[in-house]
């Protein structure tokens, strides 16, 4: 079983910058490609980034040139840093992994997320 733990979200003027950060623990393998999904008050989840383990990057239209995707393979820790924060950015934020489990079978996991308010 994989357990997703995220941190650092909160309250944060628009225009300003904030980490957050998704830790990877428990009885894995492997954890193969991590991922930020956000979900606003009555929409649905959507993908903002996502990460390979190698490093190969992928982000949604909106957050290009403002958010960054980062990962830290020894610590089995992805990273989400986000600059020039807009209102529209508030949502609940969910890290998502794909992870190879003792059983040799590949499933996602999500963290319980993380609350990203964005005040104008």
């Known amino acids: 079983q994989v357990q997703l733990v995220e941190s650092g979200g909160g309250l944060v003027q628009a225009g300003g910058s904030l980490r957050l950060s998704c830790a990877a623990s428990?009885?894995?393998?492997?954890?193969?490609?991590m991922g930020w999904y956000r979900q606003a008050p009555g929409k649905q989840r959507d993908l903002v980034a996502r990460i390979t383990t190698g490093g190969s990057t992928s982000y949604a239209d909106s957050v290009k040139g403002r958010f960054t995707i980062s990962r830290d393979n020894a610590k089995n820790t992805a990273y989400l840093d986000m600059n020039s924060l807009k209102p529209e950015d508030t949502a609940v934020y969910y890290c998502?992994?794909?992870?190879?489990?003792?059983?040799?079978?590949?499933?996602?996991?999500w963290g319980q997320g993380t609350q990203v308010t964005v005040s104008s």
């Open positions: 428990g009885s894995f393998f492997s954890i193969d490609a």
């Open positions: 998502n992994a794909a992870a190879l489990n003792l059983l040799f079978r590949r499933s996602d996991y």
